[in-house]
């Protein structure tokens, strides 16, 4: 089975729609010809409606970066899935460890929010990781088995192989810490595992990103390995050169 690699930037909280729009000009002739890789930006709800247009009949696909679970309500704050969906947005990343960090992101909420998100016809990368402490106590299977069992527990089994995982051990987000490309292949060919104990076959389609400071000059050697199905990219995603080398990379 072969799987279509995903380079997926994640903007986090960067970037003015006048800046997203400059991002663009630069990014949408560089991956124009990169054959055989799927491309997402993840960018701030206030520029969705804007990059959504400017992306439009290019092979670049718009994502948000959180979404509330509940069709609608008194959720002050938030954003559903039919706000994101009547944008034309493609798809959310859901559980970053940011979210999980700061904004009190549980399992709980995700175990919603991913199945939601889904049935809104809505593409999912859902964040997975450890944290350097978890790492070093030995911890590191059992975080992401209880992450991936609980974010997946409620999606249909025929459905599992459409969820995109992104494994991101949290000591090398943001750090310029990569994970070596055997710690990379090693989480990634697990959270496979995990997601093969409920269907095999769902598993095979099922593509798993690496994340944490993935840039041009490492991507390639972690891209080869076999379970890695492509890379989640925060602070070498903001500049449309050092994005569209990790396109090229994956292509
Ligand atoms: P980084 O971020 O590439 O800056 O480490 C990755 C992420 O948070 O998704």
């Given amino acids: 089975m072969t799987r279509t690699p995903l380079i997926a930037g994640n903007w986090k909280m960067h970037k003015t729609v006048d800046q997203a729009e400059q991002f663009v000009q630069g990014l949408l002739p560089r ?10 930006l993840c960018v701030p ?14 092979r670049v696909e718009v994502y948000a970066q959180n979404m ?3 069709e609608q309500g008194a959720y002050t704050g ?12 493609h ?5 970053h460890s940011e979210r999980r960090e700061h904004f009190g992101e549980t399992d709980r909420a995700l175990a919603v929010k991913v199945p939601a998100a889904l049935a809104s016809g809505l593409k999912v990368i859902l964040c997975v990781g450890e944290t350097e402490g978890e790492r070093e106590r030995g ?33 090398a987000i943001g750090t310029g810490l990569v994970a070596t490309v055997e710690q990379a292949q090693d989480a990634v060919a697990f959270c496979r595992a ?15 990103l690496y994340g944490g400071s993935m840039k041009p000059d490492n991507a390639a050697e972690l891209l080869a390995e ?25 292509a």
């Fill in 78 to 89: 938030e954003v559903s899935a039919a706000m994101l969906v009547e944008l034309d947005v």
């Fill in 139 to 171: 911890d590191t299977q059992r975080k992401l088995r209880y992450q991936i069992q609980e974010g997946l527990e409620r999606v249909p089994t025929e459905q599992l192989g459409e969820i995109v995982i992104a494994y991101e051990p949290i000591w």
């Fill in 226 to 250: 076999p379970d890695v199905d492509g890379g989640l990219i925060g602070g070498a995603s903001l500049d449309p050169e050092t994005f569209s080398a990790i396109v090229s990379a994956a």
């Fill in 194 to 208: 995990l997601v093969a104990d409920r269907s095999s076959e769902q598993a095979e389609r099922t593509r798993i």
């Fill in 45 to 58: 709800f206030t520029a969705l409606a804007a990059m959504v247009d400017s992306t439009r009949g290019s």
């Fill in 31 to 40: 991956v124009s010809t990169a054959d055989g890789v799927d491309v997402a």
């Fill in 91 to 95: 798809g959310v990343v859901l559980g």
């Fill in 68 to 70: 509330h679970w509940a």
